[in-house]
């Protein structure tokens, strides 16, 4: 196979939309990895209508790398990927026998990021040929392995797998560089110009594991209860579900708000804002109560924008960020009090996770 190498990265992965922390990351990593003098390429789903994106040589329709049609799907990749010196994969522990075959056909230099500590129940769920091409690759010596935290770091090491030590912890987090001008919609402004403290919380999607909700709906629709009992109309809750499409699980979230005395008191962004920096400047505090993280894009941004963080204490979380006993509701509350009380603080982005990934493709080119 002809293999020019005409291009430095190729991520693999997509843009948005669709909107999500890995996502939002890959778009990040690329803009900023073009302003600093790098030919990255990516991919897009059939919903992006970027002209810019849709027209770029550096950027294709998404792989869609199933492993069932392996044999279908392979020429596409091999021919989309041949250009590239570097190919960066965000699927995690998946696509193993894909990756695979780019070291072997290709003789790509391979870099992997594990976006998530939840690798023991994927691991235990995914098929056996999967598992097979990734205790192939685990040790191989192009292959660059990073987790997104300590916690999926320790999680990787657990498998029974021979993973090429050192696993890089870097969190996918990288400031927002473009300039952020699509205004907030009339109503969610309206919202936050008619309280007086606000509270963001966001949830991905309706993700389950070990039988326990990801992303804490309950918990943070019992937060908001105390809030309001104390604050009353002051006390503004705007969530932000980035998935539109689960309008069953959507409806039976209004119920469960309904429940809770809370529904209409709710501002419901339900789909992406293109213009989060407008509303962490109008947030007091962001909550996460999840049940398990990986390193979430959506803390270090908001701590990026000066906003108070409370999270749970499943994983470690970034500095500064006010941490509560998971399951403590009380103590959730009374962490979230003392942040509405401290404030927001100056804006400080920070590049240090990038400048790491930077040196790493540096040294692989």
Not at 50 to 55: A, G, M, Q, S
Not at 104 to 120: C, E, G
Not at 211 to 236: I, W
Not at 265 to 285: E, P, R
Request: with cysteine; aromatic share 12%.
């Amino acid at each position: 196979m002809n293999n020019k190498n005409l291009y430095d990265i190729k991520e693999l992965g997509f843009i948005p939309p669709i909107y999500g922390g890995v996502s939002v990351s890959i778009a990040r990593l690329i803009d900023k990895l073009t302003s600093d003098g790098f030919i990255v390429g990516g991919f897009y789903t059939k919903d992006n209508n970027d002209i810019k994106v849709l027209e770029s040589s550096l950027f294709d329709l998404e792989l869609n790398m199933s492993t069932k049609r392996f044999l279908f799907r392979l020429p596409r990749c091999l021919k989309v990927l041949a250009p590239y010196k570097i190919l960066h994969s965000h699927y995690s522990l998946g696509c193993m026998i894909y990756l695979w075959s780019f070291l072997h056909f290709l003789h790509k230099k391979i870099v992997i990021t594990v976006h998530n500590s939840m690798v023991q129940s994927y691991y235990s769920n995914c098929g056996l040929i999967n598992r097979f091409f990734l205790k192939k690759i685990a040790n191989h010596k192009d292959v660059t392995w990073i987790a997104v935290s300590e916690q999926a770091k320790e999680k990787m090491l657990s498998l029974p797998v021979s993973f090429n030590l050192p696993i890089h912890v870097i969190p996918a987090y990288i400031p927002n560089t473009r300039i952020d001008s699509e205004p907030l919609s009339e109503t969610l402004s309206r919202y936050l110009h008619n309280h007086q403290k606000v509270i963001t919380f966001y949830g991905h999607s309706f993700m389950i594991h070990n039988g326990n909700d990801v992303y804490g709906f309950r918990d943070a629709f019992t937060l908001f209860q105390s809030l309001t009992k104390r604050y009353e109309a002051q006390m503004g809750f705007v969530l932000c579900l980035s998935d539109s499409n689960e309008k069953k699980k959507i409806a039976d979230l209004h119920l469960l708000a309904k429940s809770f005395g809370i529904d209409e008191l709710i501002f419901w962004q339900i789909g992406a804002i293109n213009n989060m920096n407008a509303l962490w400047a109008h947030t007091d505090v962001y909550i996460r109560p999840t049940s398990t993280d990986g390193d979430s894009v959506a803390i270090r941004e908001a701590l990026d924008m000066g906003v108070q963080v409370v999270a749970s204490d499943v994983c470690m979380r970034p500095q500064r960020s006010i941490t509560y006993e998971y399951g403590n509701n009380d103590d959730f509350l009374r962490k979230v009090l003392f942040a509405l009380e401290e404030g927001h603080i100056q804006p400080s982005p920070d590049y240090s996770n990038y400048d790491k990934i930077k040196a790493i493709y540096t040294k692989l080119l």
